[in-house]
């Protein structure tokens, strides 16, 4: 039921005129998938999907519409053409993802897997022995200082010419 | 310890209805207790807090308040409520209606959710996650959604000048409110409330964790005011410039959806400033103190919690009636340059503090 849902909302998403609707939509696929993880008991995931992707790229999708476009302007329907073409490469797409899935064998994961605590998931995060994700995770913080300083000379150099 | 302890009424129940009921049946029916307490609970919050307001409002300008329904006004609010309910339901000619009628909602169920988590007493608690402050931070996160939505489907300036100033806001915020409670999951040790509040058994986090906690309190009750959009902060619904902000077009029961859910939010930020800083629902105790330690031991924690939340919220209801408004660029100000670089400083000095255990 979860994941007819999810469908559905892309699916409106993706066909939807307005604007901000869309965004809603996505919203509401987001939820969906967060709800999976839910029920997966994977709750750390869960959280952080919510965080992320509600909190705050939803958050700035809608902001962004709302700076930039008025209640009443609609998108235009897609062209014919490229609408079968669209068509065409999402069903490639979805037929490669089937036929992946339906051809590999997942190993059973153990019957009882232990709950995932907060707790190991930080250990693990900046541990630097076998299996520890410092070395990513050091990275990734890097990337994002080098975002966000890219951010600030951008927005720096449209303000020059007013003053 | 305490002695009252809720655990002992809810396994109570819990028993009594598996004694002819399948396990299934079980666990419907005690989904719809809890979903009928909460209920219960938000109506109640929103018509005490309002009641709140208005008299203490009106002590801080010399007046009396409300005092025509009922014994002191007690009433108004009730009637109050009535009368809302009651109102026509208006629809702007060129609002989106779909999403007009959404937003009332998502603002509303992030509030549930929130509230969902809060631990009220001593066993009574209806969610007790082990992620339970990412958890309470991402829910709270999902109302400024419904905020923007508002403002933008109602098709009034107002409206959206409103809803884009909240959403600015929130967002900036919710950083600070997220780094002032780290600093003391760093103390604490967890994100889950209950194993937070057994760990201040021996006293509050604000008592025991040196200036720091101090510092992450203050920063932690002036962002949660602003993350509630309320006075000094309440900008998206300045009534001099923007008529009510996000909410103008709204009216009857849609409009109390917003207004409830404003007041609730400021219970549950005065909910979580309590639990993670005042000790959630354990009693004050004062070091050897034997006998002080035993009477305090016999308040119930239900009492306890309450009387912290409501000192709590009477504090947020003092900066609304003492502070004048700020303005957007220096509440963006106050933030970005003030309380997030306090506040990080503040977090790897409590980091260090308790590398060297310094803190009792």
Redesign the interface.
């Given at each position: 039921m979860g994941s007819a849902l999810v469908l559905i909302f892309a699916i409106m998403s993706v066909t939807s005129r307005k604007l901000l609707r869309a965004a809603i939509y996505l919203l509401f696929v987001l939820i969906g998938v967060a709800i999976f993880y839910l029920v997966l008991d994977y709750m750390f995931l869960a959280a952080v999907q919510i965080v992320v992707y509600m909190g705050g790229i939803v958050v700035l999708f809608i902001f962004s519409i709302l700076l930039t476009s008025h209640l009443s302007e609609k998108l235009q329907v897609v062209k014919p053409l490229e609408f079968i073409i669209a068509a065409l490469v999402s069903l490639i797409g979805a037929g490669v993802a089937l036929s992946v899935i339906s051809t590999h064998t997942f190993k059973p994961v153990v019957a009882d897997s232990p709950e995932i605590t907060v707790f190991e998931i930080g250990t693990q995060l900046l541990s630097y022995g076998k299996y520890g994700y410092v070395l990513p995770f050091e990275v990734i913080s890097v990337l994002l200082l080098a975002a966000m300083i890219a951010a600030i000379v951008i927005a720096k150099r449209e303000k020059k010419p007013e003053s | 310890m305490n002695i009252y302890d809720f655990k002992s009424l809810t396994d109570s129940i819990h028993t009594s209805l598996s004694v002819n009921l399948s396990p299934s049946a079980v666990t419907i029916i005690e989904f719809i207790i809890i979903a009928f307490a909460f209920m219960m609970l938000f109506t109640l919050l929103g018509l005490i807090l309002v009641y709140a307001e208005r008299k203490i409002a009106a002590f801080f300008q010399l007046r009396l308040g409300p005092m025509r329904v009922g014994k002191w006004g007690i009433a108004q609010t009730a009637a109050d409520a009535i009368k809302l309910i009651l109102k026509e339901p208006l629809v702007t000619k060129?609002?989106?209606k779909?999403?007009f009628n959404?937003a009332p909602f998502i603002i509303i169920l992030s509030t549930f959710m929130a509230l969902g988590a809060m631990p009220f007493a001593k066993g009574l608690h209806a969610l007790d996650?082990?992620?339970g402050i990412?958890?309470l931070?991402?829910?709270s996160?999902?109302g400024?959604?419904g905020i923007?939505?508002a403002?933008?489907?109602s098709?009034n300036k107002y409206s959206?000048i409103g809803?884009?100033r909240s959403?600015a806001q929130v967002?900036s915020y919710?950083l600070s409110v997220g780094l002032s409670l780290l600093t003391v999951v760093v103390l604490a040790?967890?994100?889950q409330f209950s194993e937070i509040i057994a760990s201040q058994e021996a006293g509050w986090w604000i008592f025991r964790g040196h200036i720091p906690a101090l510092i992450a309190f203050t920063i932690f009750m002036i962002a949660g005011t602003a993350e509630t959009n309320r006075g000094p902060f309440d900008l998206p619904e300045a009534e001099s410039e923007l008529t009510a902000g996000f909410h103008t077009e709204y009216s009857g029961l849609k409009f109390a959806f917003f207004f409830l859910a404003e007041f609730v939010n400021m219970f549950i930020i005065a909910g979580i400033g309590a639990t993670v800083f005042l000790g959630g629902w354990m009693p004050f105790h004062i070091g050897n103190w034997e006998g002080f330690n035993r009477i305090m031991d016999f308040i119930p924690s239900l009492f306890w919690f309450f009387g912290k939340v409501a000192f709590l919220i009477f504090l947020m209801m003092w900066f609304k009636w003492t502070f004048p408004r700020l303005r957007i660029d220096q509440l963006l100000r106050l933030e970005w340059k003030y309380l997030l670089p306090i506040n990080l400083v503040n977090i790897l000095f409590m980091a260090f503090i308790v590398l060297m255990g310094w803190h009792f």
């Open positions: - | 060129n609002a989106d779909f999403l959404l996650f082990d992620i990412l958890y931070t991402a829910v996160s999902l400024v959604i923007l939505i403002g933008w489907s098709d959206l809803a884009m959403g967002v919710e040790g967890s994100l």
